[in-house]
């Protein structure tokens, strides 16, 4: 098995007796089918897989949180290499969780079937890292991350998994998930030394060109980049028997009142929530669905037969904008604006309002809002306001990795809002009676405002393209917005498209 031949290979653990104080942990095989991203099968992977459920804090593991690629980064990357013409290029480690190394003392049982048959009664001190170890994603985020700062590549403080290395010879940008690397930079000679030197030193798979990234087809063309989960969405229209239904504009009826106990409930409620997790992740390159599914997440706990006609709603819009996708286009200009918008008292059950943002960087939008407040605002001044607060927040956070980048946003970030009583408010430093009810921290966009780092601009209702996170939209709007937001029908006639 080649699953074994990497773990002898590594020297993932050595056979010892157990100490009389410490346990030995259980461990299993794990068998899946790996597909192509038509959905054929690619081959079969075995993993073993450790019983991290037995294992003990301060025993046999300490700290466990390991930095992931913020979805925002990526987008952003995409966008920059995009307009700049590079390249994307990904490599994929292979037995990623087996290069970390242990510094805890951990103990498992000899695995299933390949029990030394002369040390039955021996058991595994793991010196490598196992899937499902709590600890494993840190271990291997360590190593990896050692590796690169001592081959001269920086860190960015607002996203650990974000490496860029400048030199005569240009600048190159790693970002890592898990195990998948993206790669770009402005010199492909570079990239591909880079790359015989990451072979050396991992065992990794050239995957070449980026193509298929965690579930999202990436189409690289001369007129630009798409973000699109075609084939994801696909899948999960075919699960759920949605293949032949009919198609419909919008995903969600324009003034929809859906109440809470109302209606007969729904029998499976795990496939309610399972189908939520997976319109959830199609919002990563689908903006326009935040907001419809939004809504139909705050009935996840007691979902009734309405709320599940919502969702199939939204099922039958993806399969009518199943070749949507965030496009990038190529040669734009790399400026930051943003938009700020909020459906005052909009839900009738909490009298709760929802806030939505959106930023683009190039032809894109790489980070977008859709959230329903915790608070009740008095007025709908407060709420763009503190809508406006939030934005102010996410744009400071936002320069920071896009400076790493090498892309400084020079000047004022010009965000649009649409209610002239907020803009007002924020550039006014006398407290009125109507306002002092705000919390101190809401005022962070005032202080931004005064150092001339954020211009907040009147925009008319008609161009508000937050309005598309914050209600429920007819088709022309809806249309308007998605094209602003710049997700686009693909071009069939792309190289590489689907």
Not at 182 to 204: A, H, P, R, V, W
Not at 437 to 461: G, P
Not at 468 to 475: H, M, P, Q, R, Y
């Amino acid at each position: 098995m080649k699953r074994w031949a990497a773990l002898d290979a590594n020297a993932t653990w050595e056979l010892v007796a157990l100490p009389e104080d410490m346990k030995a942990i259980g461990c299993k095989w794990v068998y899946k089918i790996k597909h192509n991203v038509d959905g054929s099968m690619n081959r079969y992977k075995a993993r073993l897989v450790a019983k991290s459920y037995a294992q003990t804090y301060g025993i046999d593991y300490e700290e466990t949180y390991s930095p992931v690629a913020k979805m925002t980064i990526i987008r952003a990357i995409v966008a920059m290499a995009a307009a700049k013409g590079w390249s994307l290029y990904q490599m994929d480690v292979k037995n990623v969780f087996l290069h970390g190394d242990l510094h805890e003392e951990v103990y498992m049982e000899q695995p299933p079937g390949y029990v030394d048959q002369t040390h039955p009664n021996l058991v595994c001190r793991l010196k490598k890292a196992l899937y499902n170890l709590k600890q494993t994603l840190k271990a291997c985020s360590d190593k990896v991350s050692q590796y690169f700062v001592t081959s001269g590549f920086k860190t960015s403080n607002a996203n650990f998994a974000l490496y860029v290395k400048k030199t005569g010879h240009g600048i190159i940008i790693i970002v890592i998930y898990v195990d998948d690397l993206i790669i770009t930079g402005n010199s492909d000679t570079y990239i591909f030394d880079l790359k015989k030197l990451l072979k050396q030193k991992f065992e990794m798979k050239d995957l070449r060109e980026l193509r298929y990234f965690l579930g999202i087809k990436v189409i690289q063309s001369p007129k630009g980049t798409w973000l699109l989960q075609k084939q994801y969405a696909l899948n999960k229209l075919t699960e759920y028997g949605m293949t032949g239904c009919k198609l419909i504009s919008i995903p969600l009826e324009q003034n929809v009142k859906l109440s809470a106990d109302e209606g007969d409930l729904v029998e499976d409620t795990t496939m309610y929530k399972r189908i939520l997790g997976n319109l959830i992740y199609m919002t990563i390159t689908r903006p326009d669905l935040s907001y419809a599914i939004g809504v139909v997440s705050q009935f996840m706990q007691s979902p009734r037969k309405s709320h599940l006609d919502a969702v199939r709603r939204i099922l039958r819009y993806i399969k009518h904008t199943l070749q949507c996708g965030i496009f990038y286009e190529a040669k734009s200009q790399l400026q930051v604006h943003g938009y700020t918008n909020a459906n005052w008292v909009g839900n009738v059950l909490d009298r709760r309002s929802t806030s939505g943002f959106m930023f683009s960087f190039g032809s894109g939008v790489v980070s977008w809002s859709s959230k329903k407040q915790p608070i009740v605002a008095l007025s709908s001044t407060e709420i763009e306001y503190k809508g406006a607060a939030i934005v102010a927040c996410e744009i400071v956070w936002l320069q920071k990795p896009l400076s790493h980048l090498g892309q400084l946003v020079d000047g004022l970030v010009v965000i649009y809002c649409d209610n002239i009583s907020s803009i007002l408010l924020a550039n006014n430093l006398v407290y009125h009676a109507r306002t002092k009810h705000i919390k101190v921290h809401y005022h962070f966009i005032r202080e931004k405002i005064l150092a001339k780092e954020i211009d907040l601009i009147h925009v008319s209702t008609e161009d508000q393209v937050a309005n598309i996170f914050t209600k429920a939209l007819g088709v022309d709007k809806l249309r308007k917005f998605r094209k602003m937001l710049g997700v686009l029908e693909v071009d069939l006639n792309l190289r590489g498209s689907v």
